[in-house]
């Protein structure tokens, strides 16, 4: 059954996570510096220590078309692995947008039309967000423009293509309908773009525009929060709690949606489970980034948030493939990170569609590349526990199915897809634009 509250896990930690400041006074924010880009009720539930929050009826509604979502047991990869492992995965694909971004994309569409806002803007890197807000700006008819990464907006055409047919507007960023990007095409024409530059765009047009207001698909409390239905529901489906809980990590909604109820169950001594969080080589915020107040995009218009970064002026290469391309990494989970909540570690995009055709090839299931990172990650662990013996119960998320995705799996089947470990001057030079 899907949940009926969401689980916010911040009254839960033994030590509350920094408040964002504000860029110029650099006190804390308050409702006033936040009105400009988001409603009022997400501006409380950003903010929020009350340990659940109410599910909207209207918000219940929407979900019923895809909610609950099938937690699976692998067992025709566990047989090919040749492992004693039992691996359990929570398929959140079979949403209408194919991944676990509706899951936060309807409740912040419907509050945001309850307060009376007429239209949305947000980025996209893959385009999973960007096709989950279209999607439920259409639920609520709500305007929707999106400022996708030029080098995702090149290479995926038809999930650009799912956003029009949603209704949405979408432009290759950086742009030249912003200040913003405008100001980057004049610096280097050719940009690939990057997330921080999109949010810039996007926030850019909101904070001018009285009757609309800005969405984030990741990284903050209340869309990590929204997430939750994964976990709650997970808990009540599995017959055998986990050993080990892996997910993919780039803003970091996917991992937080899966393990905090599990993360609850453990901080009061009812659950013995550890938790990983995968990165890839080519954006490792969590494992090579510094945990520092940074703008949350690339112009600085955002508030300053205290979280694992790689400078807010980092740009990743567009070689990179396998999506989780963000600058930075939630606030939140930055700070349970710090806290020693859970572990992080890095994998090479080649490993990852790998873990994702052998998937394919098992369960029947192409993955997006997202999740592959996290499929790596589990096949390793369950080849481990080969090599032991042990009988690890292993859960996962597959976050999203890869439909849309096709061309970097023909990137890697033809040989053509290679790795790319992100050189350490590269982030010492984002890094040294940090805030003071």
């Not at 979900?63 to 047989?79: F, I, S």
């Not at 999607?135 to 290479?155: K, N, P």
């Not at 850019?204 to 976990?231: F, K, W």
């Not at 909604?253 to 001594?269: D, M, V």
């Amino acid at each position: 059954m899907t949940p009926s509250n969401w689980y916010n896990i911040v009254p839960d930690l033994p030590v509350p996570p920094p408040p964002p400041l504000h860029p110029g006074t650099r006190q804390p924010v308050g409702p006033d510096d936040l009105a400009p880009l988001f409603p009022m009720e997400l501006i409380g539930q950003e903010v929020s220590t009350e340990r659940y929050v109410a599910i909207p009826r209207e918000v219940l509604d929407v979900y019923r078309l895809w909610r609950p979502t099938p937690l699976l047991r692998a067992r025709r990869l566990e047989k090919a692995l040749g492992t004693p492992a039992r691996i359990y995965y929570k398929y959140e694909g079979v949403s209408p947008a194919g991944s676990h971004k509706p899951n936060t994309a309807v409740p912040q569409a419907y509050y945001n039309a309850r307060e009376g806002v007429r239209l949305l803007t947000t980025e996209t890197g893959a385009g999973q967000w960007g096709s989950a807000l279209a999607f439920a700006c259409a639920q609520f008819d709500l305007e929707c423009r999106i400022w996708m990464v030029r080098a995702s907006y090149d290479q995926k055409p038809y999930r650009r293509s799912l956003m029009q047919v949603y209704g949405a507007t979408v432009h290759a960023s950086p742009s030249t309908v912003t200040g913003a990007g405008s100001k980057i095409l004049a610096d280097d024409p050719d940009s690939p773009g990057s997330l921080g530059i999109a949010i810039s765009e996007a926030v850019e047009v909101a904070g001018a525009n009285p009757d609309a207001r800005y969405a984030l698909g990741s990284v903050l409390n209340h869309v990590l929060m929204h997430q939750t239905v994964i976990g709650e529901e997970a808990l009540a489906q599995l017959e055998e709690m986990p050993d080990l809980i892996i997910g993919c990590t780039g803003g970091g909604s996917n991992f937080a949606g899966l393990t905090f109820p599990f993360l609850r169950e453990k901080l009061a001594g009812n659950l013995d489970v550890t938790l990983r969080a995968v990165e890839p080589e080519a954006c490792p915020s969590f494992t090579r980034g510094v945990y520092a107040y940074d703008f949350g995009d690339t112009a600085g218009f955002t508030p300053l948030l205290k979280m694992h970064t790689l400078g807010h002026g980092f740009v990743p290469d567009p070689i990179h493939a396998g999506g989780l391309r963000y600058h930075g990494m939630s606030p939140l989970l930055s700070h349970m990170y710090e806290l020693g909540l859970f572990e992080a570690v890095t994998k090479s995009q080649t490993e990852c569609f790998e873990a994702g055709v052998r998937f394919a090839r098992t369960e029947g299931i192409v993955p997006a590349p997202e999740p592959t990172h996290a499929l790596a990650e589990t096949i390793a662990e369950a080849l481990r526990c080969r090599e032991s013996g042990e009988e690890k119960v292993i859960l996962t998320a597959l976050c999203g199915h890869g439909h849309f995705d096709l061309a970097a799996y023909d990137r890697y089947l033809s040989g053509r897809m290679r790795d790319y470990a992100l050189p350490q001057e590269r982030i010492d030079e984002a890094l040294h634009d940090l805030p003071g």
